[in-house]
């Protein structure tokens, strides 16, 4: 399978809401590298650590629901990029995320997981950095 069509299926449960969906395309070692100066920060593996992430971010939006709105893809033969704006609902208003995520694939799977914050700043303080 080529890295466009992991993609395409990816950003379809991404699209879809469902987490579960999108997190079984994970390699079961998946990495997932994280920036920042946060509590989630690092470097993380496995799709259990990869998915713990993603809960905990989801978690800081009203009912866990983050508008995910792609802006852009790129590929490449075992990669694929997504710059994605994600819409965050707090007390305070809407926080909107501009980030671009690198995702590598074999086979069927992505294996590994490269965020890169277009604010870092930003989301530091949305994800309560110390």
């Known amino acids: 399978m080529s890295a466009a069509e992991v993609m395409h299926r990816y950003v379809a449960a991404a699209r879809s809401r469902d987490a579960d969906a999108a997190v079984g395309m994970f390699a079961e070692d998946v990495v997932f590298r994280i920036p920042g100066r946060s509590g989630q920060a690092g470097t993380r593996q496995g799709r259990d650590e990869a998915m713990a ?3 905990a971010a989801r978690a800081l939006s009203h009912g866990a629901e983050v508008e995910l709105e792609l802006v852009d893809v790129l590929t490449s033969d075992d990669r694929f990029c997504l710059l ?3 819409r965050f609902h707090r007390d305070g208003g809407v926080v909107d995320i501009r980030r671009a995520n690198i995702y590598r694939v074999r ?3 992505i294996v590994e997981v490269w965020i890169f914050e277009a604010d870092q ?3 530091d303080a949305l ?3 110390d």
């Open 53 to 55: 992430y993603i809960n």
């Open 84 to 86: 994605v704006n994600e």
């Open 107 to 109: 086979g069927d799977e």
């Open 121 to 123: 700043y930003e989301v």
């Open 127 to 129: 994800l309560g950095a």
